[in-house]
C-alpha cells in the first residue's frame, strides 16, 4: 500500500513541529528563569536548624512552565527529630521580557499555594499564599552562573515580615 506524499508530508510537520517548542523552550522565558534551570545544593539555617538544601529547576509541559523539585533537611536538635520538607512549584512568565508571572506551590504538608512571581535582573521573587493559607516571600538572587542566594520569609499578621530560611546553593553538574 502506498501512502499519499502529501499525509507523509503532513505527519513530518507535525512531528518536528512538536520539537521546537520543547528546544527552545528555554528562550521564551525571562533570564532569570533561563539561568535557575539545572540542579543546585547548597546549607543554611531554616527555622533557626541547620539545612541541607537541593533544587532542580526543569522546563516542563513543552517547556510553557518552570518545574521547581524542593527537598529541605533540617537537622535534629535536641527535642525534635530531622525534618524534611518536599515540594513542587510551577512557575509561567507570559513572555520573555515578563516582570512577573504566576505559579503553585505543592508541599509534603498537604499545603498548596498560589505564588505571584516578580522577576528583575538576577532576582526572582516568589509571593506565596492568600488570605485562607499561610503567606510569605522567598527570594532567589543568582550571585553568579554556578552560585543562588534564597531568602524564606514569612508574613506576620500585622504585614511585616520576618526571615526564617537563609540558603546558599551551587550548581550542580549533571
Keep these: 500500500?502506498?501512502?499519499?506524499?502529501w499525509v507523509l508530508a503532513a505527519i513530518v510537520t507535525v512531528w518536528a513541529g512538536a520539537?521546537?517548542?520543547?528546544?527552545?523552550?528555554s528562550a521564551r522565558l525571562p533570564p532569570v528563569l533561563s539561568a535557575l534551570l539545572g540542579d543546585w545544593n547548597g546549607r543554611g539555617t531554616v527555622s533557626g536548624r541547620p539545612a541541607t538544601v537541593a533544587m532542580t529547576w526543569s522546563l516542563e509541559l513543552a517547556g510553557r512552565f518552570v518545574h521547581l523539585r524542593f527537598r529541605n533537611e533540617m537537622a535534629p536538635t535536641a527535642t525534635r527529630p530531622i525534618e524534611v520538607l518536599e515540594s513542587h512549584g510551577y512557575y509561567r512568565a507570559?513572555?520573555?521580557d515578563a516582570t512577573?508571572?504566576?505559579?503553585?506551590w505543592?508541599?509534603?504538608?498537604?499545603?498548596?499555594?498560589?505564588?505571584?512571581?516578580t522577576l528583575s535582573g538576577n532576582t526572582l521573587t516568589s509571593d506565596w499564599g492568600s488570605e485562607s493559607?499561610?503567606?510569605?516571600?522567598?527570594?532567589y538572587?543568582?550571585?553568579g552562573p554556578d552560585r543562588l542566594e534564597v531568602t524564606d520569609l514569612v508574613r506576620l499578621p500585622d504585614g511585616q515580615y520576618r526571615p526564617f530560611g537563609q540558603t546558599n546553593l551551587s550548581r550542580?553538574?549533571?
Design 106 to 117: 505543592i508541599d509534603s504538608r498537604g499545603v498548596i499555594l498560589p505564588l505571584s512571581l
Design 1 to 5: 500500500m502506498r501512502t499519499p506524499i
Design 19 to 25: 520539537f521546537p517548542a520543547a528546544q527552545a523552550g
Design 172 to 174: 550542580t553538574p549533571r
Design 100 to 104: 512577573g508571572g504566576v505559579g503553585t
Design 141 to 143: 538572587v543568582l550571585l
Design 133 to 139: 493559607t499561610e503567606r510569605g516571600r522567598t527570594t
Design 94 to 96: 507570559a513572555s520573555p
